[in-house]
């Protein structure tokens, strides 16, 4: 998917929620549908998301990564410090 239609069809489903045809549940999913797709498809990016937590952070964080390890080193990169991840699970479309 590239970048205008990753667009569209964000576009697309704040309308359907706009006209009350989805409500703010089926749009995330929607939206994140599409950044996942779009994400994960880029030609230079490498092949899955990756949802990690660690016990020092109430959310988890998502990243693009091409393993386990890649995604751990990302999230500790972003967070600026080095991490103890308690979960590490790739997700699947």
Do not use: K
């Amino acid at each position: 998917m590239d970048r205008i239609s990753a667009l569209r069809n964000v576009e697309d489903a704040l309308a359907a929620f706009e006209d009350g045809e989805a409500d703010l549940d089926r749009t995330e999913r929607r939206v994140l549908g599409v950044l996942r797709t779009y994400a994960t498809e880029y030609e230079s990016a490498p092949d899955a998301a990756y949802r990690v937590e660690t016990a020092e952070r109430a959310d988890a964080l998502i990243v693009v990564a091409a393993s386990p390890d890649d995604a751990r080193e990302r999230v500790a990169d972003l967070l600026d410090e080095p991490i103890e991840p308690t979960a590490i699970e790739r997700l699947d479309d």
